[in-house]
């Protein structure tokens, strides 16, 4: 039996990939990123935090190809290969986790990997239509806002005019 690009991608990332993760005004650390025998973690090593080295795989909310977050803007002296570059957005306040491998192949590796996990689904449709949902999200939000806002007024609008009326009577 032939493994799929999906096994592939489980079984390279459950063997651990060394990678370079940057922090905000500090040298890229090398560490070693796995996923843990239940594909419910990302974890790495060596770390002083030892059990609080992990992310758990529902906390991400997405996942980006390239030097596209402000770490990466940051270390612009790096000199990173773009393809071997991808960040982890991830918890309630969209942290990042921003990582450097050593080949594109390996960057490529995680990346896919890591939307299969999020996806929970092989489908790439369904991936794919799930990314979308995930972009169009900042546009509900506004539009839920304005919606919120436009009630506000029409009812304040509305108390005026019941105002005015009394002081007419």
């Given at each position: 039996m ?8 489980m079984?390279v990332?459950?063997s ?5 993760k ?6 890229g650390?090398v560490r070693l990123f ?8 990302i974890r790495w090593?060596p770390?002083r935090?030892?059990e ?7 906390s ?11 770490i990466?803007h ?12 991808f960040t982890?957005?991830?918890g309630?306040h969209m ?12 960057a490529?590796?995680w990346?896919t990997?890591l939307r299969?996990l999020?996806?929970?689904?092989s489908?790439e449709?369904s ?8 972009d ?6 506004i539009g ?9 007024l029409?009812?304040s609008?509305?108390?005026r005019?019941?105002?005015s009326q009394?002081?007419?009577?």
């Amino acid at each position: 039996m032939v493994p799929t690009a999906v096994e592939r991608c489980m079984s390279v990332m459950q063997s651990g990939t060394q990678m370079v993760k940057l922090k905000n005004g500090s040298k890229g650390l090398v560490r070693l990123f796995y996923l843990d025998e239940h594909r419910s973690c990302i974890r790495w090593r060596p770390s002083r935090k030892s059990e609080k080295a992990k992310i758990t795989i529902d906390s991400l909310y997405k996942v980006t190809e390239g030097r596209q977050s402000d770490i990466f803007h940051r270390h612009a002296e790096g000199n990173f290969d773009s393809s071997c570059c991808f960040t982890i957005y991830h918890g309630n306040h969209m942290e990042s986790l921003d990582l450097v491998t050593s080949n594109s192949e390996e960057a490529r590796t995680w990346v896919t990997g890591l939307r299969y996990l999020m996806a929970g689904i092989s489908d790439e449709d369904s991936l794919a239509k799930r990314q979308r949902t995930h972009d169009q999200y900042p546009f509900q939000m506004i539009g839920w806002i304005i919606n919120l806002r436009l009630l506000e007024l029409l009812q304040s609008q509305q108390l005026r005019d019941v105002q005015s009326q009394a002081c007419l009577n």
